[in-house]
């Protein structure tokens, strides 16, 4: 008992150190996975899956494979699709049959495996692994319509190819006898049927019982954890591996209701996710044997290559003719293809049951996908962001900042970054407050940034950091609170916060960093702003450092952040560091000189009334 606890914390131990690593050094995360796995299996004995679990190992893992799918198909907007929807549904209907064909073919006449395992090998390589794929593409920063393809056949086509591997098991039962062709095809009609109908109702029913308050908030997320798990079991005891096309069904649905607490679900699956996929690879490598590493030979390289640099661009080129897509986007998509979990976890068990029915070279089959797993995860994480810059399909700006508030002193805030290159964009939900900034060609969002209409309008992709200027303290903490999780708590900062322990201060766990050193109010900033402060951007050089930036600027003037070569922010109330040469340092001061200074504040307060006067005509229209 001991001794599997102990196991159990060092998968849990590795895995999340390997996530962790990977971040810092800015790797694949499966690369660092696989690797423990293989240090903790095959290579020191460590771990043996399948004798330390016993009977609830293949459970385990397909439950876990179940949640992940779950929480692919919860990413999947439908209005994210819309514009490579054709493409799509081609590489799921044309790309995924042709793949098997081919596959299967070459894994008989090139790996050298039997009909039987090369066939079910062909089904499950249809896959292309969203836990492989989405990491990749937050590291890749790709343009939404490679990236929006990429992941919509990863997630959709998992569950497909799992299914395929069910088709030819069941095919190859019938061809040996074991099964009727009659209740074949009766049996995966009505697995297919079954699959989509119980996904559908079961993410209505949730959906449904959500919105009507019969399921309290703190229970939302295990209820759901509790149906997927139900749901998946249930459909999988019609068709085997059916239950995954059944969670990715129910994920989508949900993805695509109106339901208030999805984004605090969503958080919740992404931590279970990272946390199962990390054990979930840790796991399946170390079950691999020496034995089955032994077993690879030229004849599977040589198969893993024709996989990658045939097979693969083959079936996309044919399936994507005229589908809309570039032929930029069809290269990518046609060398992007790595394999993952569900590939690995429908592999060992088909392996092991073809090996039950008399097949000889079944536990090939495992080896062989461990084989393109590791290829393609090596080979396409390592070179996804290099050929999407090279084919001019990874965003080509750097990501910038979301401002929230319209105000005259953010504005001006928007207007300096925009003129230092800086991505800005100023989102407020009234229109007059956004009116100078329309007229600087600044980019605005008109409307509620806390809004569902917002969180699908705003990419949190293009934007590194926010900056909460409005005039209302809570709502400032809000929207950091909101916003915390999708940029890092880190990079949210607002104005008027205020860090002491008085009765209306705001709790340290809601709202984000003070935006300035100093404690200065949107009111105070307001009215340097009328006495004609001005943002100012000054470069440090070699000659002219930072001591020789302090001595010479003016009296109160407040260092907001500095821009690096690199086009990184860096906030000065975040860091003790100093800036250095060849960085920008953006200040918020009072001209040196006198009469720029007066005639700043004589323009300011000019606005200033023009302002009030536009807003009162136009409450005045409203009310007439």
Known sequence: MDDIVLKLAVIGAAGIVAQWCAWRLQLPAIVLLLAAGFIAGPATGFLDPAADFGDIYRPMVSIAVAIILFEGGLTLNVREIRETSTAVRRIIMYAGPLTWVMAAYAAHHIGGLSWPTAIVLGAILVVTGPTVIMPLLR????DARPASLLRWEAIVNDPIGALFAVVAFEGILVFIGLHEADNLVMLVVFGFSLSIGVGWFAAKAVVWSFIRGHVPEYLKAPVL???IILSYALTNMVLEEAGLLTVTIMGVVMANSRIASLTDMRRFKETITTLLVSGVFIILTASLSMADIKSLDWSAALFVATLLFIIRPVAI????????ATIQERILTSWIAPRGVVAVAVSGLFGTLLADVGVEDAGRMVAFTFAVVVTTIVLHGFTLAPLAAFLKLK???QPGVLIVGGSRWSTALAAKLNEAEVPVMLADQNWNHLAE???????????????ETAHHAIDPKRFSTLIAAGDNDAYNALVCTD???????????????IDDKARQALSFTLGGRSLTKETVS????????????????????DEFGWEAYQAARTEGAMVLLWIKPSGALVFASTTTNSPGANDRILSFALPRDGSKAEAASK????????AAAKTSSDEGNNRS
């Open 483 to 497: 916003f915390g999780p999708e940029l890092g708590r880190d990079r949210v900062f607002q104005i008027g916060r």
């Open 603 to 610: 323009t300011a307060r000019k606005a200033e009334m023009t």
């Open 522 to 541: 949107f009111l105070d900033l307001r009215e340097k702003l009328l006495k004609g402060w001005t943002f100012q951007l000054t470069r440090l050089t």
């Open 225 to 227: 954890l509790a149906v």
């Open 317 to 324: 080129m044919i399936a994507t003719i005229r589908s809309g």
């Open 139 to 142: 590291q890749a920063q790709l």
């Open 437 to 451: 900034a329309r007229l600087a060609n600044i980019p605005v969002y008109f409307g509620e940034v806390l809004s």
């Open 395 to 397: 965003k080509t700006s």
